[in-house]
């Protein structure tokens, strides 16, 4: 598909109405010579255009019966499950990951909207007092524009992560998708803004600056922020003169811990869905493996075993076990690290098999690696490699497992493998990291009831459940004396 007129145009969505005044062409990781989108490219006077539609429609939608909020934006949910098949392709040649994963992405988005969106009514229920001295009511009230900016490694989920919470407590939002996943993304949240009063919902697109613009804007009143640790510190920076509320959703480097009588073949099976899905391109991907020194070879040969299996090509193959990373600098920065690891006393297996390698030069293609013999301080193990390398380290007792495994700037999610399962909470208490898993490490693991979120430089703050939808309100305490 590389005539233009085909392409999807993806424009702002300011206010209900649709416009793009600049477009730029966005490719086809897997296909670099083929426009995916055109797709606006906002400036600083878009996002205050933006903001400032939000601002006037947030009196109205923060007065709606909560009720009616509800039912508007579980319909939307619906809007989002109900797209899946048509928008799943789109955002698979934006992205480069395979369909599988792009319908991932849409379901967990449809349910992340219904279920955070099903627990409103009674999350906003005021708290109250009644005594012979006073009349007391503590009430959540929405705090105004919320700017959301979200990656482009799962869009859709994670700006329904933030669309949910936002808009059932009454705020109204801004949203800047990733310039790499605009396209798919959008489209579904114009469906839902037409169901929404103009406004309540908008769409900016750009790079930094536009985001930048957005965090520094007077009338915004929280950012939530998902996206790497060097850009969270710019959104820091960027909201501290106007001290805004902010949720930051960061990068990780997840520790895996087997334990010595834990079944490798079961580990594995369950081990390697966390691992190169989205060629490891997922925040709590598994980033670094630890086993027990005396199993560490057999463990080693499994894990080589199964990767050789995987088969890498474009995410429309439908042979394909996993596509190209999303874009030139995830992909150089991979390789980089894949150099300096060549260079030092690890061993770096390449495994997998190559679809369609006449194209592997068109595409930032990359087969899946397992780094074997590596120390716990390399930087493959110290670093967030967001791709398909995975480093597997051999450890001597537990106390050396959990300090490494706690040895990190990072802290987002982790796993603990064993067969005893006490033991595994016994471990898991222990490990510093906004959640921990036993026996799972991978999309199997995500429960909407728990809150997500990471700490230390991983994050600030929660998405889901009610921890998540209390980042959008301020409590308002009313006192009447009698
Ligand atoms: P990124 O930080 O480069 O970009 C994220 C978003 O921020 C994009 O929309 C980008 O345009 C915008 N942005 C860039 N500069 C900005 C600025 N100065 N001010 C405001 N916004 C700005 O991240 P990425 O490469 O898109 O995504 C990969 C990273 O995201 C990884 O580190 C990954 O771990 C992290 N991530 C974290 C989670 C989580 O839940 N913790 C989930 C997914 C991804």
Same mark, same amino acid.
């Given at each position: 598909m590389t005539s233009q007129t085909t392409v999807p145009q993806i424009g702002h969505l300011i206010g209900g109405q649709i416009s793009a005044t600049h477009l730029r062409n966005a490719y086809d990781p897997g296909r670099l010579d083929e426009v995916v989108a055109q797709v606006a490219v906002g400036? !600083?006077?878009d996002v205050d255009r933006a903001v400032r539609a939000a601002h006037a429609a947030f009196p109205g939608w923060r007065?709606?019966? $909560? !009720?009616?909020? $509800?039912?508007? %934006? %579980? !319909?939307?949910a619906e809007l989002v499950a109900g797209s899946a098949c048509e928008l799943a392709p789109l955002l698979v040649r934006e992205h480069g990951g395979v369909l599988g994963e792009a319908q991932t992405d849409f379901a967990l988005g449809a349910g992340s909207l219904q279920y955070t969106v099903s627990l409103a009514e009674e999350f906003l229920r005021p708290v109250q007092f009644d005594d012979e001295q006073s009349f007391i009511s503590v009430e959540k009230v929405p705090r105004g524009v919320v700017a959301a900016i979200v990656?482009?490694?799962?869009?859709v989920v994670l700006t329904m992560m933030k669309l949910a919470p936002a808009l059932a407590t009454g705020n109204t939002l801004v949203l800047k998708p990733s310039p790499f996943t605009p396209a798919a993304l959008t489209l579904v949240l114009h469906r839902i803004a037409d169901t929404l009063p103009p406004g309540v919902l908008n769409v900016v697109h750009g790079e930094g600056d536009v985001g930048a613009a957005l965090? &520094?804007?007077?009338? $915004?009143?929280?950012v939530v922020f998902t996206g790497g640790t060097t850009t969270g510190r710019k959104v820091v920076e960027a909201t501290a003169s106007t001290i805004k509320n902010v949720t930051l959703e960061l990068g990780g480097n997840d520790p895996a811990i087997v334990l010595d009588d834990a079944d490798t073949d079961a580990v594995l099976d369950r081990m390697l869905k966390g691992v190169y899905t989205r060629s490891g391109q997922i925040c709590f991907a598994v980033?670094?493996?630890? $086993?027990?020194? &005396?199993r560490y070879r057999r463990f080693a040969d499994a894990l080589c075993d199964r990767v050789n299996e995987y088969a890498v090509g474009h995410g429309l193959d439908p042979q394909a076990s996993f596509g190209p990373l999303n874009n030139e600098a995830q992909f150089k920065k991979v390789l980089s690290l894949l150099d300096r690891t060549r260079s030092s006393s690890a061993t770096l297996v390449e495994l997998g098999r190559k679809l369609d390698p006449s194209?592997?030069?068109n595409g930032y293609y990359l087969l899946p690696h397992v780094v074997r013999d590596v120390e716990h301080s390399a930087p493959v193990s110290c670093e967030e490699q967001f791709g398909p390398v995975v480093p597997l380290i051999a450890?001597?007792?537990e106390e050396q497992v959990v300090s490494w495994a706690n040895d990190s700037e990072y802290g987002l999610c982790s796993s603990v493998w064993t067969t005893d399962p006490?033991? &595994? %909470?016994a471990m898991a208490r222990r490990i510093e990291a906004g959640s921990t898993f036993i026996n799972t490490h991978s999309f199997e693991s995500l429960d909407l009831r728990m809150p997500f979120g990471g700490i230390k430089q991983s994050g600030i703050g929660r998405e889901w459940s009610t921890t998540g939808l209390s980042a959008y309100v301020e409590e308002h305490a009313i006192r009447r004396l009698k």
């Open positions: 400036t !600083a006077q007065d709606t019966p $909560v !009720a009616e909020r $509800v039912q508007k %934006l %579980l !319909a939307a990656p482009w490694n799962m869009p965090c &520094g804007h007077p009338l $915004v009143r929280k980033k670094r493996i630890y $086993v027990p020194r &005396g194209s592997w030069d450890y001597d007792d006490d033991r &595994g %909470l």
